[in-house]
């Protein structure tokens, strides 16, 4: 049965993390392929499913990804399903989230071609370092942090310089973040894999994501992924729930990756066993 894991121009061997997939897949009668997302010449219909891994450019190129996944999905599946990679991709889910209860990062979304303010829009909501990011991003890309004496100037053209592309992100930094790491849970299937902290260091441009290091999960921090879980639009074969502790202490969701995330394998040395289990249970219903 083969199945293509879809990565990008920058990756063709996929990642370290992705290709420990290989063998566990192999081992269940699976025939792995990998395949750029955007090579003109693949023949879709070739595979029983599309598998959706290492697409690390779909952000700079938003439009031509979804076109992709419309036309690829009426060939053949595609995982994540399409609706819910659509929805993902915007990071204005935070804000459907919140609105179902869900508790994350305070989130303010300015939107392209409309006139914003970051000192008056950070005074109203009495927050004082901030971070301004693209709505539509990866990797750090465009993501910056200010402090209050920095937001009438460098801030607000950096708002603007995010404006001039798409929608912009304004949102509190968090200082726990920065201090005691970001924790990513890993659901296969809806189920619980595995759970790392990642020590997290932000630069003027970006920030750095060393590996992440095996944790057990806290009570807490399960029951906001699992909440997670259930408001997303749709049944997912994987998802990465990554957790920021608040400014009273208690955890918020700082992102759900559902379209390309990193899913620490090299944590866990049985999770890429898990991972295919739960895709040959997807191919089987």
């Avoid at 061997?13 to 693949?42: K, N, Q, S």
């Avoid at 609105?99 to 008056?120: E, Q």
Wanted: overall charge negative; some cysteine.
């Amino acid at each position: 049965m083969d199945i293509a894991l879809i990565t990008y121009w920058g990756l063709p061997e996929l990642t370290e993390d992705d290709r420990r997939l290989l063998e566990p897949l192999r081992a269940r009668g699976l025939r792995p392929h990998i395949v750029r997302w955007d090579d003109p010449d693949e023949d879709w219909r070739g595979y029983r499913l599309v598998l959706v891994r290492a697409t690390w450019d779909y952000f700079l190129k938003p439009v031509e990804f979804l076109a992709w996944l419309e036309r690829v999905s009426s060939l053949v599946e595609v995982l994540n399903p399409p609706d819910v990679l659509r929805w993902n991709s915007h990071k204005s889910y935070l804000l459907e989230l919140a609105g179902k209860g869900v508790p994350v990062t305070p989130t303010a979304l300015c939107p392209r071609g409309r006139a914003a303010s970051l000192p008056a829009l950070v005074a109203e909501r009495g927050w004082g370092a901030v971070v301004v990011k693209p709505a539509v991003s990866g990797g750090g890309r465009l993501t910056r942090r200010f402090e209050p004496a920095r937001l009438a100037d460098e801030g607000q053209a950096h708002l603007e310089t995010v404006l001039a592309e798409g929608d912009a992100l304004v949102q509190p930094f968090l200082p726990a973040l920065h201090e005691g790491g970001e924790r990513s849970y890993l659901f296969f299937d809806g189920v619980f894999s595995h759970a790392v902290v990642r020590p997290r260091t932000m630069e003027a441009e970006g920030g750095t994501l060393p590996d992440g290091v095996p944790m057990a999960p806290r009570a807490e921090e399960m029951a906001l992924s699992e909440r997670v879980l259930a408001a997303i639009p749709g049944r997912t074969l994987y998802a990465r729930v990554d957790v920021a502790t608040g400014p009273e202490g208690t955890p918020l969701l700082q992102e759900l990756e559902v379209i390309e995330p990193r899913l620490f394998f090299g944590a866990s040395e049985a999770a890429p066993g898990r991972f295919a289990e739960a895709l040959v249970r997807h191919l089987s219903r």
